[in-house]
């Protein structure tokens, strides 16, 4: 759940507000003048009324907060990465240096300053990237667990089991059966999500690699335009809600997802050199 701002509690602890009390306070204290401190009351009472309530403000604590909560997620999207393997580190570093150098070229062979809003959303795709592989892998030692094959064995034995069994036993066997069959779905629910999960890593690579060539390669800025953007990041997004729905093991999209970035797009990876 999204938790509310409590302007009056950051309008209390902003530094400037904190200063400007305590040399207040002083120099009330100082001068040992009632009329000092009644004035420094109401400057205090007006400040706390006013400016908690100021639009301006709210947009200014609200900008604030959204940074810190984006570089909270940056560094629990880097302690993620430090538990890949080392194929899978090397494949999201290389993802990571690929995009800088796409921003680099593009710069250099332009002329420009600045990246178009396009070829910056990378980042968003590399974020996503790490995300999707972070549950891939989960999936997959997931499945080593077991095999569908055995559940299916436990299946079609319980339901044997039912028809040579009494009364009290058939619906102790009947319950067990039940959660079979639910494991069953699960299982196949998470096969599918490999499945997904893994062409949706092979596009985002892919599409680095496509972004990077025409960089590399444009005869124009204009040529940037042609690649399609928008559609992978439909597909991303698609991805992302077919994965909440699946199972509660992709719950950690929950926590690091749309952030900061601009409105999500493509990212993928060229081969290696």
């Not at 009644?38 to 609200?62: C, D, F, N, Q, W």
């Not at 909270?72 to 995009?99: M, Q």
């Not at 499945?195 to 040529?223: P, R």
């Amino acid at each position: 759940m999204e938790q509310r701002v409590n302007y009056l509690w950051e309008a209390l602890k902003e530094p400037v507000h904190l200063l400007a009390l305590g040399l207040g306070s002083a120099a009330a204290i100082y001068s040992e003048n009632a009329l000092a401190f009644m004035g420094l009351v109401a400057l205090e009472a007006a400040y706390l009324i006013s400016v908690p309530a100021s639009t301006l403000y709210k947009r200014v604590v609200e900008r604030r907060q959204l940074k810190r909560q984006a570089e909270e997620r940056r560094r629990a999207r880097e302690e993620v990465i430090k538990t890949f393997d080392p194929r899978e580190r090397e494949a999201v570093e290389y993802l990571r240096w690929l995009k800088n150098q796409i921003y680099s070229n593009y710069t250099k062979f332009t002329r420009s300053k600045s990246v178009p809003a396009d070829i910056r959303t990378l980042e968003a795709m590399w974020e996503r990237f790490v995300d999707f592989l972070d549950i891939y892998r989960r999936c997959k030692n997931h499945l080593r667990s077991f095999t569908k094959q055995t559940i299916e064995n436990q299946i079609s034995q319980a339901e044997r089991a039912i028809d040579a069994s009494d009364e009290k036993a058939r619906k102790v066997i009947e319950g067990n059966l039940q959660i079979l069959k639910g494991r069953l779905g699960e299982y196949e629910g998470i096969q599918r999500a490999v499945k997904l999960l893994e062409a949706q890593l092979q596009s985002i690579e892919n599409f680095f690699g496509l972004v990077n060539d025409k960089v590399v390669t444009m005869s124009s800025v204009e040529s940037i335009s042609s690649l399609d953007f928008d559609s992978i990041l439909s597909s991303i997004e698609m991805t992302r809600s077919i994965l909440e729905e699946t199972a509660p093991i992709m719950s950690t999209l929950e926590t690091l997802q749309t952030e900061e970035v601009p409105a999500l797009r493509p990212q993928m990876s060229t081969e290696r050199r």
